[in-house]
């Protein structure tokens, strides 16, 4: 197979603007408030489409081609999102992104009655909407408006509720990222030499197997986290007196359902799968400590649950990890290996971590006719091998919908967006099982685990911490760091036993809490996924039947789309076969270490 070209590693954004002093941005705002104002005005003193399917039907249509075409932010909003995480403490950047993001709430409050008011078609003529023939493509965008009618506020108070969204909530979380994005801090490499490491570096040094450096790393971040925590500890405040007072206006009866109503999911399934996974904390617990002993330490701190072990410690070059992924991708299936090499060669995707760029990874796609764009922090390591393919997992998830939905159904709901790109990161870390012998084989099955470890339990018990941390805010109102930091201790510790015992301030950095109650969906992703891969392994043209998942977006609920293929989510035998698979791997390596211990005693 002929190499891909990695020679673009930074985003091509010039499919949206040419620079940031393109004229076009200020041009294209007066399009936006234009259209929306049409819209607006064509619509918000009729009442007519509210009665007949017919024209609800046209309103529907012409409403999804405002959409598809500018949106609230058009093009600038997401050129300048992208732009801002590659520049986070650019002034000139946030203040462009200041002026869209004030725009497009002013312009999302001009159309958000048309929505309110489809919601609040009286009960007794949903069916005639529902059934009629015109409107099936968007049957199941009106289930979810009539499902959420009982939580939406009258149109003032939206237009409010809108408004006060970007000081309640924005402003400070943002400002949290770029205080952590503009550290730097000196610290020695493996040959004693000292220089500044960004602070997404330290997070990737903070697992070196140099003892020396990963201390240093440690203890820089440490200092990090020390120096912004009486800011941070008002920002996670603020973030839950946000979220509390949001649920006593709409009427939300626990602070995770506004998280399980927008994923389109019943809080009844998220249950099950938080009970399930938590009562099988045992098998995190026995992992670290089969890697610590590995590792021949007596246990392994919080900062070092991601410790490599073995063989595969060998950098991994982005140019070779990239022909990696794409060789299994395209033995997958050829669509997929090719959206693959589209993303590499096209620009899609900035590589390599900076002073100023956003930490961690993400994959991008605003509207149906947007580019996917995709970020990593790629510091050669094993592990962000693995990133390329769940982050790429998502934006392949993408490109299927965009050939098979309309705008009003491109997206996933949360319990599925992470369904994508687990199964493209396991096929990619199981064809690396297949080629090694034994010694490595172990190092990739500790890798293996040791991601599903934090995929699924860590996830969860993020999601038990932020359970407890919203239910306390609201007894006692207000938490101190300590408070916060005690919590998380304790269900860090309820997971990973000894090891959580150094995890007090590290909750400050996670950004998932910022979005609350996403971690779920991680946990769900992966132990559907093997499900889906454990299919495709036993008859390879299932892929087809991935694809098709894939494809569906908003266009039905997750119940139902799982149902189609067979899988009932609603299930705990369901769950419980998905952690049954990942115990059956954790026995595999205990007794292949405990095979090389025998080998190495007798040598």
């Known amino acids: 197979m002929k190499n891909i070209d990695t020679s673009k590693k930074t985003w091509d954004l010039t499919p949206l603007f040419k620079n940031d002093e393109d004229p076009a941005i200020e041009k294209e705002r007066g399009y936006l408030q234009a259209e929306c104002e049409r819209f607006a005005n064509r619509w918000e003193e009729r009442t007519d489409y509210l009665e007949d399917p017919a024209v609800l039907k046209e309103a529907l249509e012409e409403y999804e081609m405002w959409l598809e075409r500018f949106g609230t932010s058009g093009n600038q909003g997401y050129y300048l999102g992208l732009r801002e995480a590659q520049e986070q403490t650019n002034p000139k950047i946030k203040a462009q992104v200041n002026k869209i993001s004030d725009l497009a709430t002013k312009l999302q409050n001009k159309v958000e009655f048309f929505t309110i008011r489809i919601s609040k078609i009286p009960t007794s003529e ?15 965008l009106l289930e979810r408006l009539f499902a959420t009618a009982r939580y939406v506020l009258s149109e003032p108070e939206e237009k409010i509720m809108n408004l006060k969204q970007k000081t309640s909530f924005s402003n400070w979380t943002r400002l949290t990222g770029e205080f952590l994005s503009k550290e730097l801090r000196n610290i020695p490499d493996e040959k004693g030499r000292t220089g500044k490491k960004s602070f997404e570096q330290l997070l990737s040094l903070q697992n070196n197997k140099n003892k020396t450096v990963r201390e240093a790393a440690t203890n820089a971040l440490e200092n990090i986290f020390a120096t912004h925590i ?10 839950c007196e946000n979220l509390k007072v949001d649920c006593e206006i709409r009427g939300y009866d626990r602070p995770d359902k506004p998280r399980h109503v927008a994923d389109d999911i019943d809080s009844e399934i998220v249950d099950v799968l938080v009970k399930t996974v938590t009562g099988r904390f045992d098998l995190p617990k026995r992992f670290y400590r089969l890697k610590a002993k590995l590792l021949g ?14 063989s595969i410690t060998k950098k991994q070059p982005y140019d070779k990890a990239v022909n990696l992924v794409h060789e299994t991708f395209d033995e997958l299936d050829k669509e997929i290996s090719a959206i693959f090499k589209k993303f590499v060669e096209s620009g899609q995707i900035d590589v390599f971590p900076k002073k100023g760029k956003s930490n961690g990874a993400f994959c991008a796609c605003e ?23 769940h982050e790429t997992g998502h934006g392949i998830n993408d490109e299927l919908m965009k050939k098979e939905q309309t705008e ?52 969860i018990a993020f999601y038990n911490f932020e359970w407890e941390l919203h239910k306390m805010f609201k007894e006692k109102g207000y938490l101190t760091h ?52 454990s299919m495709v392994k036993k008859n390879p043209s299932a892929v087809g039947k991935v694809k098709e998942l894939m494809s569906c977006g908003l266009s039905k609920s997750p119940k ?23 115990e059956k791997l954790l026995e595999e390596a205990e007794k292949l270490a405990s095979k090389l211990d025998r080998i190495a005693s007798r040598a």
């Open 230 to 239: 009486d800011f941070i500890e008002a920002e996670i405040n603020t973030v």
């Open 408 to 459: 009003l159904n491109f997206g996933t709901p949360l319990s599925t967006a992470e369904v994508a790109s687990t199964f493209m990161e396991d096929f990619v870390l199981q064809k690396l099982l297949q080629k090694a012998k034994d010694k490595e084989k172990l190092s990739l099955m500790v890798v293996k685990l040791g991601r599903d470890m934090s995929t699924i339990f860590r996830q």
């Open 297 to 310: 330490l007596n246990y392994l701190k919080y900062s070092e649950r991601e410790l490599e072990y073995g």
């Open 560 to 582: 139902e789309i799982f149902k189609e293929l067979g899988i009932d989510i609603t299930d705990e035998q369901f769950w419980q076969t998905g952690l049954l698979e990942i």
């Open 126 to 140: 949903q069916t005639k909407f529902l059934n009629y023939e015109g409107l099936k493509k968007y049957r199941h």
């Open 367 to 389: 509207r149906k006719t947007s580019p996917v764009y995709i970020l990593l922090n790629y510091t050669n390591k094993l592990n962000d091998v693995l990133t390329i393919a």
């Open 482 to 533: 300590k408070e916060i930091g005690r919590l998380f201790k304790k269900h860090m510790k309820a997971y990973l036993g000894r090891t959580g015992n150094s995890s007090e301030n590290w909750w400050v950095y996670i950004n998932h809490f910022r979005a609350s109650f996403y971690v779920y969906s991680y946990a769900s992703g992966l132990l559907i996924s093997k499900s889906l891969q």
